[in-house]
């Protein structure tokens, strides 16, 4: 048997196989063997007619079916003794097969490329540092309260502790109404934080029966340019309830902490540190993310066709599979791949590069680190150590350590900048700004 192995690209390889026909005869005589007991031939009983005879009537056929089972039996012998390592389904490309002389096929398949990698080590990659605020809490706490709250109507709205049920109807400048524009019953809930400051302030003062008038403005973006429109609208006040809040005391504390706090302050507390653990989480999220992301544009390459389909042939599985456990309804497979090949895509990139950066830093898993692992989880299961490290090697145990083990480098060789998110949100929206009244002016002037 001749094997030669070419490099058709850096992620796609060929593998040519020669075969005699003796050396392929075995395989050959087990396909008669079994094409006989399926064979039926007038005066003989099925499974019974004479070899030689069924060559005769059946051979070329029999042979040429045969020949494409062993040239995928061979390639995978290959795969073992040359250590081949495909990523994806192979593909037989070409097979010609000439009886009682020869075998000879190809088979192209896909394999993880081997990157010159650019740009993994010292980046400078911005850390988001939320800050807990003490209106965060009292705001918190307040819609707690609010829950427990009763309402008592009221003739006229005082301050903002009011919720007011309306009749809104979208106008023109002139003040004419837009058709098809009026939404009714609308509940609006002055004391709440995200209401348009103009309805709080419109609204003060005004009975059952008033209206007042108040802009909403959207702001969305198409590409780089930011659009923004305004809506105006009318509001009809159909009803006025007064928000009381309840008493609180210790009961009510119990109440709303589940038993976990008996005084107002030691509850504000508990949020306070929820909060904290919260946003310390969502810094180290974005942060990772960020670092990802720059890692894996660094390295830009030809991705595997075939192992972005693998990929996302497995998130599409895993996404029907929670939607069943959940008890939502499970989307169709077009959906799904259409709103997972993002996702896919850059899993795939990312796995790549990975894989690659911890062959260039020598970072492993051996079996002592699984068995370490398993020892410990053993210990507050109850498990047996074999059972676990069985259930590692059937779920990939090694590759989620690998790819701990490569996350947790990169972290350690990155040069972290703090930023405060609200004033880099403001410096990023100035600049967007700026670049709209520029290609704004570049308009203007070139017209």
């Known amino acids: 048997m001749e094997i030669k192995i070419n490099e058709i690209a850096q992620h796609e390889h060929e593998v040519e196989v020669s075969l005699k026909y ?20 007038d005066g003989f009983r099925k499974g019974k007619a004479p070899l030689p005879l069924i060559k005769k009537l059946y051979g070329e056929s029999i042979e040429y079916k045969a020949s494409e089972s062993i040239s995928n039996k061979k390639f995978w012998d290959i795969v073992d003794s040359e250590k ?76 903002p502790n009011y919720r007011i049920t309306t009749v809104l109807q979208r106008i023109k400048e002139d003040g004419s109404e837009i058709n098809g524009s009026k939404s009714e019953n ?13 309805i709080k302030n419109n609204s003060i003062g005004k009975s059952i029966g008033d209206q007042f008038k108040f802009t909403f403005v959207d702001e969305h973006k198409h590409g780089e340019e930011t659009h923004r429109e305004e809506y105006i ?16 005391d210790e009961e009510l504390v119990k109440k709303i902490s589940n038993n976990s706090a008996t005084e107002l302050d030691q509850f504000r507390q508990q949020i306070k540190d929820n909060y904290e653990k919260y946003y310390a989480d969502q810094t180290e999220q974005i942060f990772q993310s960020s670092l990802l992301n720059e890692v894996v544009k660094n390295n830009e390459f030809e991705v595997p066709k075939g192992y972005v389909s693998l990929i996302l042939d497995r998130l599409v599985n895993a996404e029907k599979e929670n939607s069943k456990q959940q008890g939502r309804p499970v989307p169709n497979d077009e959906t799904l791949r259409k709103n997972l090949a993002q996702r896919a895509d850059w ?17 492993a898993v051996d079996d002592a680190e699984l068995e370490k692992l398993a020892e410990e989880e053993a210990e507050k299961t109850g498990i047996s150590v074999k059972k676990l490290i069985k259930y590692y090697q059937d779920t990939n145990r090694k590759e989620v350590l690998l790819e701990d083990k490569v ?35 570049k308009k203007s002037t070139s017209k």
Request: charged share 40%; glycine share 0%; aromatic share 6%.
């Open 22 to 41: 003796d050396e392929i005869k075995p395989e050959i005589d087990d396909a008669y063997k079994k094409e006989r007991q399926k064979i039926a031939i």
């Open 84 to 159: 081949l390592e495909p990523i994806s389904t192979p593909q037989l490309i070409d097979i010609d097969f000439v009886k009682d002389d020869k075998l000879f096929f190809k088979v192209r398949y896909e394999v993880k490329p081997k990157l010159e990698l650019k740009s993994y080590k010292n980046l400078e990659i911005d850390k988001p540092i939320f800050k807990v605020k003490d209106e965060d809490i009292e705001n918190e706490i307040n819609k707690i309260l609010k829950a427990q709250a009763t309402f008592e109507v009221a003739e006229k709205v005082e301050d």
């Open 186 to 198: 609308i509940v609006i809930d002055l004391s709440e934080p995200a209401v348009n400051e103009e």
């Open 233 to 248: 609208y009318n509001a009809d006040i159909q009803k006025i309830e007064k928000i009381i809040l309840p008493e609180v």
């Open 347 to 363: 899993n795939s990139k990312w796995q790549i590069v990975m894989e690659n950066i911890a062959h260039a830093e020598s970072i």
């Open 407 to 441: 996350i947790k480098f990169l972290i350690d060789n990155t040069k972290i900048k703090e930023v405060d998110p609200e004033k880099a949100a403001q410096q990023k929206k100035l600049k967007e700004d700026k670049k709209s009244i520029q290609k704004a002016a």
